[in-house]
């Protein structure tokens, strides 16, 4: 997937960030994009939206998708992908983020998946989803959120299973702990070696398991998780030199554009837009 050399052109593509009053584990973020290209990285939450215009085209599992206008878009947990824009005016969309433990407070049940990971036919969920969306993010009263919150989740619950999870094959039980390890030293400079003996494997041997079971290379997945790890501490208003430090980000400047080339804003103006009431970001 090609990278984007600068964060955003401002004057074309407009991303944003909110947070959703008396909610953490859930976050909203509406955007218009034409140029930019996001790199692979992860929200560790269901992304749950609707294309209100134009198409995107992105890779989820390994697989490329076609997201067209009024098509449903929902991505499980922990799940890397990309992102770009299929027509040259670019595709307009907004996404709900929410964490698995919060979907199992709003609908009482465990383990949501769907079937697709876009469904272009509900036209008339897509619009509703849109309106929940959009009340959603002019909403300032906890009350009134949580019931919208369990409108949108109510409205999808028919595109859902619910149940235990797949049972963890011989490859997940070696890669997973991989995974840890990379969460656990973000800030330290990592080698094939190093991954490939958490894993008991040859170093080129781990390289082609861990691409055949997570669609990136060790680099893509690490960065991910340390842009990730970035987006969590920036909302809880850490300085950005501070957090390019702590997930070895070579510097400000690396940290700017890696988030941006993921997210879509840049560092400062992402905490801007989830602590509006904060000058000092």
Known sequence: MPSTSDPLTPRIDQAEF??????SGVELYRAHIVQNAFEPHTHQAYG???????????????????????????????MLHTGRAETASGWRYR?????????SELSGETHWSFDEVVEP????LAQRLVLLHHRLWLCGDPLEADGLLLAFMTSLRPLAHTGSRVLRDGASARLDPVVDYMRAFLQERILLADLAA???????HFLRKFKARYHVTPHQMLMALRLFAAKQMLA??????????ATGL????????AFAGRYGVTPARYQRQVNPSRTDA
């Open 18 to 23: 909110r947070n959703v009053p008396g909610r």
């Open 95 to 103: 996404m709900l983020y929410i964490d698995a433990t919060m979907v």
């Open 236 to 245: 809880r208003h850490v300085r950005p030199a501070e957090v390019a430090a």
């Open 48 to 78: 749950l939206g609707v294309i209100e215009s134009g198409v995107e085209r992105f890779r989820y599992g390994g697989t490329d998708h076609l997201a067209t206008p009024q098509s449903i878009v929902m991505m499980q947990p922990d």
């Open 250 to 257: 070579t510097d400000q400047a690396h940290l700017t554009r």
């Open 198 to 204: 958490v894993a008991g494997l040859s170093p080129f």
């Open 121 to 124: 036919r509900r036209h008339e």
